[in-house]
């Protein structure tokens, strides 16, 4: 019954920024905690950034290196990732995910998950 939809993927130059949305539906979306993922090809799915249900904690991964910043507008049923000096290995699907618990960084914690957005970033 909870959907969630990706947005805002796309190809960029290295250097340059995208942001990503996913907006959730069927259930209420403050009562959610909710990840960023991503996936390159030959590779296990990987944790990028989580968000508390309240917004007020985030968590990234070291990987990140402070690149990306994860933000959620509850008004708008909508978590973002800001991601800025991208590089060529950030080249992979994002999904955005949902846990109706407290954050998490792993994949089997997360009950709901977006189709995913393609992220290209060419040198």
């Known amino acids: 019954q909870v959907q969630l939809v990706e947005s805002g993927g796309g190809l960029v130059q290295a250097g340059g920024s995208l942001r990503l949305s996913c907006a959730l539906s069927?259930?209420?979306?403050?009562?959610?905690?909710m990840g960023w993922f991503r996936q390159a090809p030959g590779k296990e799915r990987e944790f990028v950034a989580a968000i508390s249900i309240s917004g007020s904690t985030t968590t990234y991964a070291e990987s990140m290196k402070g690149r990306f910043t994860i933000s959620r507008d509850n008004a708008k049923n909508t978590v973002y990732l800001q991601m800025d000096s991208l590089e060529p290995e950030d080249t992979a699907v994002y999904y955005c995910a949902a846990r109706s618990y407290g954050t998490s960084y792993y994949v089997r914690d997360y009950q709901y998950w977006g189709q995913g957005t393609q992220v290209t970033v060419s040198s």
């Open positions: 069927g259930r209420t979306f403050s009562n959610y905690a």
